[in-house]
C-alpha cells in the first residue's frame, strides 16, 4: 500500500466498487422504466385467459371432423339483476343447473351442472353475444363416467343488454376425422407462398450484394488511389454521359410502352396458355422493358467514370505540374459545382425537412438558385487541393467504401416489418410488397457478410496475382473469388432461413405470405387456427435449418 501511494497509484478496489453500483443503479432504474409487476402475473384472471390460450393453441384445427352433437341453451343475463337466480332445463333425460344465471363482471364465477350426459363424453361452453350470430367458447367440459358435469367458468366479456343472451352447452356424441381441415389447406398454400417469397428475395438480393460487396470490402479498396483531375472528369461527365444514355434508354423503350394496351396485353394473353410458365416469362420480359432506361443510365455512369479515369491519367502523366495545378483548380471547382447541384436536386426531390416550400418549381429557377453557392463550395475545394501536390493520388476506394458501408448499416438498422409497410403504401397489399422488403434488406445484410468475408482473405494468393501484373478485376476473379465461394453460398441459405421468418412478420402489415392469415386468425381470437400457422412455420424453419447445415457441413 505504501509502494502503491509512493509510486502515485491508488488502490483499485474504489474503481471496481463504483462499477458495481453504476450497473446496480442501471438495473434498478430500468425495473423501474419498464414496469416489471411480478403481481400482474399471479392474477387468477390473467392466469386463467393464459391457460385458456395456451390451451386453445394445443389444439390446433388440422382436420376435418364428421361430428355429431347434442345441444342445450340457457339463459343469461349482462347484468345482474337485484334479486339473482339460477337457471334449469330439463329435455331428454339431461338436466342442467347454472347458478346464477347472470354475470356483472368478468370476475363473476358462473357454476354448471348436471346429469344424464354421455359417460365420458367432451364438450364445450359457447356464448352467443346479443346482436352477432358467431359464437365464442368460453369453457370445455369432460363428462364423468356416471353421466355427471361440473364446471366453472367466468365470463370474458360483459355485453350489457335488456333481454337474455344465450349459453349453449354443447355436447359431442361422435366425431369422426374425414380430412384436412380448411384452416391445414390454407396454411399449406401460404407456407409454399412465404418460402417462395424468401426464396425470390433471397436470390435477387445475393445477385445485388454479390458486386457491391467487393466495392465494401476495405482491403481491395484501400490501395484505389486517382488524380484529381480524373476525379474531377469523372464527376463533371457523370451528368452528362449517364442522362443521355438513360435518355436514349427511354427513346428505346417508349415505343414498346405507347403501345402497352396492345403488344404487351396480346403477348401475357398468349403466354397465359402456358400457365405460370408463361406469366413468369411475361413478368421478365417486363421488368426488362423497365430496367432498360436504368441498364442505359448505368452504363452512361461507368462510361463517365472510366472515361473521366483515362482522360486524368493521362493529363496527370504528361502536363507540367504548373499546367496540371491550374487544371486541377479549374475542374475542382466546375466538378465541386456539379457534384453539389447533384445533391440539392436530391435533397429538394425528397423534400428534406420541407425545403421544396421555400424554392423554386421550375428546373431552371432551381438551378440558378443552386450554382453559386455550388462555384462557391467549388472555389473552396479548389484552394484546398493547392496544399497537395499537383500528381497527389487521392484515396478514392476508401471513399466509396465509407460510403457503401454506411448505406448498408443505414438499411439494416430500418426493421423489414417498416419496409413492408412502406412497399404496402407503394405497391400494394400481398407477396409483392413482402419480396421487395426482403430483398432491400437482404442486399444490405449480404452485402455487410459478404465484405466481411473478402477483408478475412489469405493475401497471398493476392499477392501472388498481383505479381504477375494483374489488374483489380483478375486479382478479385482468380485470388479473391475462389476464396469466398464456399462462404458466399452458406450465408446466402442461411438469408433464406432468416427470410422465411422475417416474411412471417411482413405479413402482419399486408406482406403477403403465412403471416398475414396467422395476424388475421389472431385478430378474430381463431386460437386453434392460428395454431396451425404456427406449426407449419415451425416446420419450414426447421426442414430449412437441417438443409442449410447440411449444405454447410459439406460446403466449409
Not at 58 to 72: G, I, M, S, V
Not at 298 to 314: I, K, P, T, V
Request: net charge neutral.
Amino acid at each position: 500500500m505504501k509502494n502503491e501511494k509512493r509510486n502515485g497509484r491508488s488502490p483499485q478496489w474504489w474503481k471496481t466498487a463504483a462499477i458495481l453500483l453504476v450497473i446496480f443503479l442501471l438495473y434498478a432504474y430500468g425495473l423501474q422504466i419498464t414496469k416489471v409487476n411480478l403481481q400482474e402475473p399471479l392474477e387468477p384472471q390473467r392466469q386463467a385467459n393464459l391457460v385458456e390460450l395456451i390451451r386453445s393453441f394445443a389444439r390446433p384445427d388440422l382436420f376435418a371432423y364428421e361430428t355429431e352433437t347434442r345441444r342445450l341453451t340457457v339463459s343469461l343475463r349482462m347484468p345482474c339483476p337485484e334479486e339473482i337466480k339460477g337457471s334449469q332445463v330439463a329435455i331428454e333425460g339431461r338436466e342442467l343447473l347454472m347458478v346464477p344465471n347472470c354475470a356483472s363482471t368478468t370476475q363473476d364465477p358462473i357454476t354448471i351442472t348436471g346429469s344424464g350426459f354421455l359417460p365420458n363424453a367432451e364438450g364445450v361452453i359457447a356464448w352467443t353475444p346479443n346482436g352477432t350470430t358467431s359464437s365464442r367458447r368460453v369453457a370445455e367440459f369432460k363428462v364423468t363416467a356416471d353421466g355427471q358435469i361440473d364446471t366453472t367458468f367466468t365470463m370474458p366479456d360483459i355485453r350489457p343488454s335488456e333481454e337474455p343472451q344465450i349459453l349453449e352447452v354443447v355436447e359431442v356424441v361422435n366425431r369422426n376425422i374425414v380430412g384436412l381441415s380448411d384452416t391445414t389447406y390454407e396454411a399449406l398454400d401460404k407456407i409454399v407462398e412465404t418460402v417462395l417469397m424468401a426464396l425470390i428475395a433471397s436470390t435477387i438480393g445475393t445477385f445485388l450484394a454479390i458486386p457491391l460487396s467487393f466495392v465494401a470490402a476495405r482491403n481491395l479498396m484501400q490501395n484505389v488511389k486517382s488524380p484529381m483531375t480524373s476525379i474531377m472528369t469523372g464527376v463533371i461527365l457523370f451528368p452528362i454521359l449517364g442522362g443521355l444514355a438513360f435518355w436514349l434508354g427511354q427513346l428505346l423503350v417508349s415505343p414498346i410502352l405507347n403501345v402497352n394496351s396492345t403488344f404487351l396485353d396480346s403477348l401475357q394473353t398468349s403466354l397465359a396458355a402456358i400457365g405460370f410458365i408463361g406469366n413468369f416469362i411475361f413478368v421478365l420480359f417486363e421488368l426488362f422493358i423497365l430496367l432498360i432506361p436504368l441498364l442505359f443510365g448505368f452504363a452512361g455512369a461507368l462510361a463517365a467514370n472510366l472515361l473521366g479515369s483515362r482522360l486524368g491519367e493521362q493529363a496527370t502523366m504528361r502536363l507540367p505540374e504548373a499546367t496540371l495545378r491550374i487544371l486541377n483548380f479549374v475542374l475542382t471547382v466546375v466538378g465541386t459545382a456539379v457534384l453539389f447541384i447533384l445533391i440539392a436536386y436530391a435533397v429538394n426531390w425528397i423534400n428534406l425537412l420541407g425545403i421544396r416550400e421555400f424554392l423554386p418549381e421550375t428546373l431552371t429557377g432551381q438551378l440558378s438558385l443552386f450554382v453559386w453557392p455550388g462555384l462557391i463550395l467549388g472555389l473552396l475545394a479548389a484552394l484546398w487541393t493547392l496544399r497537395a501536390p499537383a500528381k497527389h493520388h487521392y484515396a478514392t476506394g476508401l471513399v466509396v467504401y465509407n460510403i457503401t458501408r454506411t448505406i448498408f448499416n443505414a438499411v439494416r438498422s430500418i426493421e423489414p416489418l417498416m419496409m413492408g409497410f412502406v412497399f404496402v403504401v407503394w405497391v400494394g397489399l400481398g407477396p409483392f410488397a413482402g419480396i421487395m422488403a426482403l430483398t432491400l434488406h437482404s442486399l444490405a445484410d449480404l452485402g455487410k457478410l459478404f465484405s466481411e468475408e473478402v477483408e478475412n482473405i489469405d493475401e497471398g494468393p493476392v499477392e501472388a496475382i498481383t505479381a504477375t501484373g494483374a489488374n483489380q478485376i483478375q486479382r478479385i476473379v482468380y485470388a479473391v473469388v475462389p476464396q469466398v465461394t464456399p462462404h458466399y453460398i452458406a450465408y446466402i441459405f442461411y438469408r433464406w432461413d432468416i427470410n422465411v421468418r422475417m416474411s412471417t412478420i411482413i405479413g402482419f402489415v399486408g406482406g403477403g405470405g403465412i403471416g398475414f392469415v396467422l395476424q388475421r386468425n389472431i385478430n378474430q381470437l381463431l386460437y386453434t387456427r392460428a395454431s396451425v400457422m404456427v406449426i407449419a412455420i415451425a416446420i419450414v424453419v426447421i426442414v430449412l435449418d437441417n438443409i442449410s447445415a447440411r449444405v454447410r457441413s459439406r460446403i466449409i
